[in-house]
């Protein structure tokens, strides 16, 4: 990445991608297990997006509460601190080797709503110009 902008909108880019295809697995029946990944995935993106807008170093974590904290230390977002992060923290890693973890469709629907709306909120807080060079480089993808 060349400079901030351009790792802010690589963040979001890749948070969108991570939304499409766990779009595309809910709506053709599955695995939901991807589903949950994807958007664990999606949401931690997208807060690593709202670090490096603030240019803050992006830790090589999967904790969506770390990283939560981290997001609600420089930007005072209610919406973001009313949310419970702990379930979808879990699909970034261990439950991918969790052999009994099937969950069904509206578990995996309960992460993708919950990973929709962290972006939404960290979008919304956004300037717009980092949102829509984020969603042309989705476009032309």
């Not at 690589?10 to 949950?36: F, I, Q, R």
């Amino acid at each position: 990445m060349k400079n901030k902008d351009d790792l802010v909108q690589g963040w979001l880019a890749k948070s969108n991608s991570d939304l499409a295809a766990a779009n595309l697995l809910l709506e053709s029946d599955g695995p939901y297990d991807t589903v949950c990944f994807h958007a664990q995935q999606a949401v931690e993106k997208v807060l690593k997006g709202l670090l490096a807008f603030y240019e803050l170093p992006i830790p090589k974590t999967h904790d969506l509460e770390e990283l939560q904290r981290l997001c609600l230390e420089v930007q005072t977002l209610p919406k973001l601190a009313g949310l419970d992060l702990t379930q979808i923290t879990d699909y970034a890693v261990a439950v991918r080797y969790d052999l009994e973890f099937w969950p069904d469709q509206e578990t995996a629907s309960e992460a993708l709503t919950l990973a929709q709306q962290v972006q939404q909120i960290i979008l919304d807080i956004l300037p717009a110009n980092d949102q829509e060079q984020s969603d042309a480089k989705n476009a032309s993808d």
